[in-house]
Every structure is written in C-alpha cells, then in structure tokens.
C-alpha cells in the first residue's frame, strides 16, 4: 500500500481482506461497519437494524460478546429468509454483529454495496463513499497527526463528548476552534474538523484523538 493509494483509492474492499486488517482497532473496524450499515437503513427490517445499534454499543462497551453474538445470529435468520437487496441488507447488519469483526468487515462492505447497487444507485459510487468513511476512521497512516494531551482541556472534552454522544457532526468546527484556543496546532486535525465535505461518522480519527480513543 503506498500514500496515493490510499488517499485516492475508491474500492475499500481490498483494504478489508481479513489478513490485512488483523491489526486495525477492532473498535474502528466495527464503527466502520456500522456506517455502512447506516447507509442502507431503509433496507433494513427493525430487528437488523436493532443488531447494527447493537454493535454500536458493543464497540463503546455498552454491549455484551453474548448480547451481540444473539443479534447476528437473528439478523443472519432474516437475511437467510430473504432475498435480492433485502437479503445483502441483512447479511450486512449481521456481519456488522459479529464478535469476530476483523472476519467480516470484508462481507460488510460487499453486501452493503450491493444492497444499494440492486435498489437503484451505482455500486461503484457507494463503494467510492465506502472508501471515504474507511479514510474518516482509520486517518492517513502515513501521516499521523501529533496530539498533545494537554489539549484535552474540560471545555474540549465537554464538546467533543457531546458531539460523540449525540452524533453532532456539524459541531467539529466549533471543537477546531476549542483545540486551537488550547494550543493545538497541528493543521491535519483543525482542518479535518473544520471539513464540510468530510464523511464524519463515529470513529472519526480526529474526534477519537480528541477523545483518547483507538
């Protein structure tokens, strides 16, 4: 994998092979599957997408293994009853529910695609929004951005705990400009959370930094 490649790639799905996200942060990987599973929200019937909130929590430890281990496996019923895009839609909330996370990101990230790709839209464009939110969680591991924790003010970590709470996105810039008062100066972050054209999900790599998240 080289920089360009990964700046610029718009198919995730090669970066997702099981032997090569062994040592990604499982949380990462799993918020990264959540988002592709929120995607294709319509697509998916209460109890799947009740799995992919599960999955959620477990990757906040506001979940147990067995409570998400129980959620895949009645996602996985659904998806095996069903079939066309409804199928690929359960398929994914389920793969996004399972204990084992590195396994699956993969067929997340292929059945999400392709749910979206017989409902109407272009897979290849999906797969491209795929690519964006794998770069919104996982950053450039070229680059790594320098944090102090100093910057960790109480008025930083009051916003940025609210805007992860409550998925208050539009509120980064208001936390940009929180780090930069605490002295944070490190341009890749401030300018990260002042994008409006960013893919900003749960996990994002400069709202995790913030937050001591990995």
């Not at 959620?71 to 895009?85: S, T, V």
């Not at 919104?136 to 916003?159: H, K, M, Q, Y």
């Not at 944070?184 to 995790?208: F, K, M």
Request: hydrophobic share 45%; charged share 25%.
């Amino acid at each position: 994998m080289t920089e360009t490649q990964w700046l610029t790639d718009d198919d995730p799905e090669r970066w997702l092979y099981p032997e090569r996200v062994q040592e990604r942060s499982a949380r990462k990987l799993r918020l990264f599957c959540v988002a592709c599973s929120r995607r294709i929200w319509t697509l998916l019937p209460e109890e799947c997408q009740l799995a992919v909130e599960t999955a959620e929590d477990y990757a906040d430890d506001r979940a147990t293994s067995s409570v998400l281990l129980r959620m895949a496996e009645i996602a996985r019923r659904i998806a095996n009853n069903a079939d066309g895009n409804a199928q690929d839609a359960a398929d994914a909330a389920a793969s996004t529910a399972e204990p084992d996370i590195q396994n699956y990101a993969f067929s997340v990230s292929v059945c999400a695609a392709k749910a979206v790709w017989i409902s109407g839209p272009d897979q290849t464009a999906e797969l491209a929004a795929q690519a964006n939110i794998l770069r919104e969680i996982f950053g450039n591991p070229f680059r790594p951005a320098p944090f102090t924790p100093a910057w960790r003010t109480s008025d930083v970590l009051l916003l940025a705990d609210g805007i992860y709470a409550e998925r208050a996105f539009d509120r980064l810039p208001i936390l940009a400009d929180a780090l930069q008062d605490a002295g944070c100066d490190t341009a890749a972050i401030l300018d990260h959370l002042r994008d409006p054209n960013a893919s900003h999900v749960r996990g994002c790599w400069a709202l995790d930094l913030v937050l001591g998240e990995e």
